[in-house]
């Protein structure tokens, strides 16, 4: 029986592996973050980036060498959680926009700083119903909301990412914002925070 | 600009990506529009207030670790790596680490396949002791591969006899090995199930491994096999099969049921 150095050395790491762990493994913080926002939790989020990796790896020969890296691991992630998770969100409950600007327009009468504001409007959310809030997102326009507004890519990275237009990008982010701030409205209204006369 | 264009441009304007005309008139008609200009400040603000607040935090290092373990496509025991984590700092540190005890295990390997498969013996018990070998990585495969096909072609090009390697779709990865053993070829493949079960089968040309009683079965499995029949045994918590397909002989040891072993095995009959 012959064991050869080389039969160890592929035991130990093939050159497949280093290369994949070369260009895929520093994107991770990325995935992390998208995985734990999407899921809601450490635990299914670091089962979702284990199981994205895995099935990247595996299907490393069909990546093509010099795209976005970035993009097409996403993708994999993105279709792995909407496998895992299918009971696709619905719409948010309907939320009266007029009620959401009525409040903003009551809150910012006597308010000068626009700092000021931001901090009326948030700094009464208890810890978690920011991230409450986006989770009750559906997918499509969460998805736009955390990669833009926490992530920081660019519309035209997002537009890649999510296989959209960017005219649906500009779109999406308008309409999850809205989304966004009627639930967070919500929240405000059911701790009695805004008060009746203020409707 | 009017209402339904500010709207659209809405998002760019507050992500500051317009180019200057577009910007100039978008801004020109918040002046003018109330309604408008509130929708901006709003959208504006809740960007603010998720960008400030919800920041992105780092993959949690454990899973970093984790996630690069696993990509370890070879059955090596867990406590090996444990221990060589033990020694930690650098990546290529704990490799070279790695490398050299995996050097240490190729010795204690061939120790282990002389006084295993090496000896003269019963089939079924060998197919236990090699079972454990590769399980541990001290018998080191020299094919890993997820599709049974690739490890076929494996064994279709190194070895001297028809190997069949079950096609077994549900498995983390397949591994394969030729070994010599007193002359006699002897095929292994080791599926690996889930992170604790393994289905180990061996293969062997029924007239050599028989010629000279170089391996024996156990006698009541002698007329089974010639009817063509399984062979099956349980010892505690393992499951062993015998039995022959044309000219090979077939044994396979896991801790899996019986009966779900079975037909994994004999779909590929």
Redesign the interface.
């Known amino acids: 029986?012959q064991?050869t150095?080389a039969?160890?050395?592929?035991?130990?790491?093939?050159a497949k592996?280093a290369e994949?762990?070369r260009e895929a493994?520093p994107h991770?913080?990325?995935?992390?973050?998208y995985s734990?926002?999407m899921t809601g939790n450490?635990a299914d989020a670091?089962d979702l980036?284990?199981e994205t990796?895995?099935k990247a790896?595996?299907f490393w020969d069909k990546y093509e060498k010099g795209t976005n890296i970035r993009a097409w691991l996403f993708r994999i992630m993105k279709n792995s959680y909407i496998n895992r998770y299918r009971k696709e969100s619905k719409e948010p409950d309907t939320v009266d926009y007029d009620e959401?600007?009525n409040f903003?327009?009551s809150i910012?009468d006597d308010s000068v700083e626009?700092n000021d504001?931001?901090e009326r409007?948030?700094g009464n959310l208890l810890p978690d119903e920011?991230?409450k809030a986006?989770e009750s997102l559906p997918v499509d326009f969460r998805t736009v909301?955390i990669l833009?507004?926490?992530?920081?890519l660019?519309?035209e990275e997002i537009a890649e990412f999510v296989e959209i237009p960017i005219g649906t990008v500009?779109?999406r982010?308008?309409r999850g914002?809205?989304m966004?701030?009627g639930k967070?409205f919500e929240y405000a209204r059911k701790r009695g925070y805004v008060s009746k006369d203020q409707r | 600009m009017d209402c339904r264009e500010a709207m659209q441009w809405l998002s760019d304007a507050v992500d500051k990506r317009l180019e200057r005309n577009l910007d100039r008139e978008i801004f020109e008609h918040l002046e003018r529009c109330k309604n408008c200009r509130s929708e901006y400040e709003m959208e504006r603000l809740t960007k603010e207030g998720v960008r400030r607040r919800l920041v992105s935090v780092k993959a949690p290092p454990p899973l970093v670790e984790r996630v690069s373990e696993s990509l370890v496509t070879v059955p090596v025991e867990r406590t090996f790596f444990s221990a060589v984590r033990a020694f930690s700092g650098s990546r290529t540190f704990r490799w070279s680490v790695a490398a050299g005890l995996a050097i240490i295990l190729v010795l204690v390997g061939v120790n282990v396949l002389d006084r295993g498969a090496g000896s003269r013996g019963d089939v079924l018990a060998n197919t236990e002791k090699n079972y454990d070998a590769m399980r541990m990585g001290n018998m080191v495969p020299k094919m890993v591969a997820y599709e049974a096909e690739r490890v076929q072609e494996y064994f279709n090009d190194q070895a001297t006899f028809q190997v069949m390697v079950p096609a077994i779709d549900q498995c983390a990865y397949i591994s394969g090995l030729v070994s010599m053993n007193q002359d006699v070829q002897e095929a292994h493949i080791l599926f690996k199930m889930d992170d604790s079960t393994y289905l180990y089968c061996y293969q062997v040309d029924v007239d050599k491994a028989m010629a000279d009683q170089t391996f024996t079965v156990p006698d009541e499995a002698v007329p089974m096999l010639d009817r063509n029949e399984w062979y099956i045994k349980s010892t505690g918590e393992r499951t062993m099969m015998l039995w022959k397909v044309g000219n090979t002989l077939c044994a396979a040891v896991s801790s899996m049921e019986k009966e779900e072993m079975r037909k994994l095995l004999a779909a590929n009959d």
């Open positions: 029986m064991m150095f039969s160890m050395a592929y035991m130990l790491k093939t592996q994949f762990e493994l991770m913080n990325l995935l992390y973050n734990l926002r450490t670091d980036v284990q990796y895995l790896f595996r959401v600007k903003y327009n910012r626009p504001l931001e409007i948030f920011l991230t986006l909301v833009c507004d926490i992530e920081g660019s519309y500009r779109s982010l308008h914002r809205k966004l701030r967070l």
